[in-house]
């Protein structure tokens, strides 16, 4: 999605900590959503932002600032099967009453031994 | 809850051929579906939305009579890829959207990769 930025790759030792940006651009903001995606797998619904701030849920949390137009996804502890492509999402309700969901890239995340 | 399956997972064909993938909710109701479709490192490119019980939404630049989809349960949408072509090879995902509680998302397939001979 051209208005989703986020990292193209990221590494990071087992056990430590990341944190993925994500910043978008979006007239009709409803929501901010976090996926991860194994190679060749679809993606699986991680976090939900709507309202300003921290969303924590185990190992996983996610931020959220609507006026700066940014999110992360901070994953704790990081264990070797966390490696994966994390997807930003963002939901736009400019073209109807559900909206549209925006994709970025997805950033890899590679956890080493 | 929200689980959605895809059938095939993957599938093979010679030119010229149409396929058809299926995709269900199994434990919930969806009113809405969604087609996507994703290349290798590429982000998810969503092709069309899908209503039970009226035609599909194209997104701009994806050819309807190409792309066929169709739902008509509340719990099974299918897409059509006809005359296929090399370059219709891709990842297709299907998504089904659920509302619970807390959220209002969708939830994933697990994909079909086709390779178009």
């Known amino acids: 999605g051209q208005n989703i930025d986020q990292p193209t790759e990221m590494t990071a030792t087992e056990g430590a900590i990341v944190q993925i940006n994500c910043t978008y651009q979006t007239s009709g903001f409803n929501g901010l959503f976090w996926y991860q995606q194994h190679a060749g797998e679809a993606p699986t619904f991680l976090s939900y932002?709507?309202?300003?701030g921290l969303e924590e849920k185990g190992r996983f949390s996610s931020f959220l600032s609507r006026s700066k137009g940014y999110s992360y996804l901070l994953l704790k502890e990081l264990q070797m099967k966390d490696s994966a492509s994390y997807l930003c999402a963002v939901r736009d309700l400019t073209t109807d009453s559900w909206g549209k969901f925006q994709f970025g890239a997805g950033t890899q995340v590679v956890v080493t031994p | 809850g929200a689980v959605v399956s895809q059938h095939p997972s993957r599938v093979i064909c010679k030119s010229g051929t149409s396929v058809k993938i299926e995709c269900r909710s199994l434990d919930f109701q969806a009113t809405t579906m969604f087609w996507y479709r994703q290349f290798p490192k590429q982000s998810l490119m969503l092709m069309a939305t899908?209503?039970?019980?009226?035609?599909?939404?194209?997104e701009q630049g994806v050819e309807k009579d190409k792309f066929l989809i169709n739902h008509a349960s509340l719990t099974l949408s299918t897409l059509t890829v006809t005359s296929a072509h090399p370059e219709d090879s891709s990842f297709y995902i299907c998504?089904?959207?659920?509302?619970?509680?807390?959220?209002?998302?969708?939830?994933f397939g697990p994909g079909t990769r086709l390779t178009v001979l």
């Open positions: 899908s209503n039970e019980g009226s035609k599909a939404t194209y």
């Open positions: 932002n709507v309202l300003d």
């Open positions: 998504s089904a959207r659920a509302r619970d509680r807390v959220t209002d998302t969708q939830y």
